[in-house]
C-alpha cells in the first residue's frame, strides 16, 4: 500500500473536485446541528443531490448500501466519512467544538493522511463551532496560524489533501465565508 500516484491535477477525478468544491463553497453550513454526525449527513445529502455532476459514485457512511474502503493503520480499521468512487477522492468531515480543537485537527490530518493511501485526492473539511470562532479570525485574517496555515498548504502542494474550514455560525463583516486550500486552476 502507498499513496495513490494517479493524484494528477487533470482529468477525471480533477474535475469531480472541482464540483465537490462548489458544493462545499455553496452549502450552508449554519445548521441547528449539534454534533458531527448531523454535519456529515448535512454535506453527504448536499453531494448526494449533486451525484450526476460526478464521473464516479458517491459513497457514504449514512448510505448503507454503498461500502468504503478503509485503511488499516495503528492496528485498527479506519473509515472516511465519504467518498467519490473507489479510489478517487476521500472526504473526511470534522466538527470542532469546544477544547477538543486542538486534537480534532490533528485526528482530521492524520486520518486525511491515512485515507491518501487509498484515494487520489483527500478533503478534509472542519467545521468550527461558535466557541471557535476566535481561531477561525486568525486562520483567514493571516494572524498567529502561520504554522496551521503552511502544514495545510504542504498537504495540499505535496499530499493531494485539500482543506476546508468553516465556521458553523454567522462571521463578522470583511472575514472571508471559507478558508479552502483546493484552487482549481493550481497545478
Excluded at 473536485?17 to 445548521?31: A, K, M
Excluded at 472542519?126 to 496560524?145: G, H, P
Aim: aromatic share 12%.
Amino acid at each position: 500500500m502507498s499513496f495513490e500516484k494517479e493524484g494528477r491535477r487533470r482529468g477525471k477525478v480533477w474535475d469531480d473536485l472541482s464540483v465537490l468544491d462548489d458544493v462545499i463553497c455553496n452549502h450552508n453550513f449554519i445548521i441547528t446541528g449539534k454534533n458531527e454526525k448531523d454535519y456529515e449527513f448535512s454535506l453527504s445529502s448536499a453531494i448526494s443531490t449533486r451525484k450526476k455532476e460526478f464521473s464516479d459514485f458517491v459513497i457514504s457512511e449514512i448510505d448503507k448500501e454503498t461500502k468504503i474502503e478503509s485503511v488499516y493503520c495503528f492496528g485498527k480499521r479506519h473509515r472516511p466519512d465519504m467518498a467519490i468512487g473507489e479510489d478517487g477522492i476521500v472526504i473526511e468531515l470534522k466538527y470542532i467544538k469546544g477544547k477538543e480543537k486542538v486534537d480534532s485537527i490533528k485526528q482530521g490530518i492524520g486520518q486525511s493522511i491515512f485515507y491518501r493511501l487509498k484515494y487520489k485526492f483527500g478533503v478534509m473539511v472542519l467545521i468550527l463551532s461558535k466557541d471557535n470562532e476566535e481561531l477561525y479570525e486568525d486562520i483567514v485574517k493571516n494572524e498567529r496560524e502561520n504554522d496551521l496555515e503552511e502544514i495545510l498548504q504542504y498537504l495540499a502542494d505535496e499530499l493531494n489533501i485539500f482543506t476546508y474550514i468553516i465556521p458553523a455560525f454567522t462571521i463578522k463583516k470583511g472575514v472571508a465565508r471559507i478558508y479552502k486550500t483546493f484552487n482549481p486552476n493550481k497545478n
